[in-house]
């Protein structure tokens, strides 16, 4: 059965994530949460903007740690007006495709830009593929123009494909043809879905040889944490979403009164990603702060 319009949250609404007092502590303490990460991440901008010392690289971190509000703020308002959770999680996903191709932006800054860096990467040994694709193809010259073209593009198409799919699944939903969890050739979030993993998994791929092969002259910026960052918002959108489909083909997961099974997967989902957005914002305080530019 479809969900009902309407506007705020109210309490006869909460029953899409159980009873309704339970819905309304969990639902203010999103509320709650989101101003905290919010509060955490708009401190960390306002650190870089009053030691503004090297823009080309803070200009890029700053987007970066917009990530935290964009995400927050997107994600409640699409838990208090589920009319409007299509549209806003499209212009989240749009985010997180545009902080990619910034982090590999910063990372090649740090390096002092493509040119200096294809000069440190002539000095560099030939690296291997990680397994088991080292059993498929020879080990990569990344100091070769077409090999660092290549990786850069591997980086880069998950850039155009996730808005892509995001605007296609957004669709698919107002048509009323997306099903979460529905495992069907002739399903459209299985496609969805499909072409969304090999997408980030090459993305990320590529990026993780980029990042062993620049690890050493990245060394002074601290690159792990800031690659953890990154990781981890990906693993939340679509790991932790991919969890929630998987319980939902397994029935473990149902509608709830007049809410459908997808409307309360939406629920859940912008739940979790309220909830979980201040241990990333002081993750992304730690990892992204503004002495970095000392080095």
Known sequence: MAEPARGAWTPAGLEAVGASDAGAFFYYLSGISVLVACGISLASIGNHLRNYRRPGVQRLTIRILWMVPVYAVCSFISLSYRHLADYIDTLRDLYEAFVIYVFFLLLVNYLGGERQLLRLLNERLRIHHAWPFNYCFRPMNMANGET???????IL???????????????????????EGEVSLAS??????????ISVCWSLYCLVQFYLQCEKDLKPYRPLPKFICVKIIIFLTYWQGLLISTLVWLGVI?????YSVDAVVTVIQDLLLCLEMVPIALLHSHAFPWNDIDN
């Open 254 to 258: 149902r509608g709830s009164g007049s």
């Open 188 to 197: 459209p979030a299985f496609w969805l879905s499909a072409f969304y993993n």
């Open 157 to 179: 198409q998950f850039v155009i494909v996730k808005p892509v799919l995001a605007v296609l699944a957004m669709w698919c939903k107002v048509a009323g043809i997306y099903r």
């Open 148 to 154: 660092f073209l290549f990786i850069r593009r591997g």
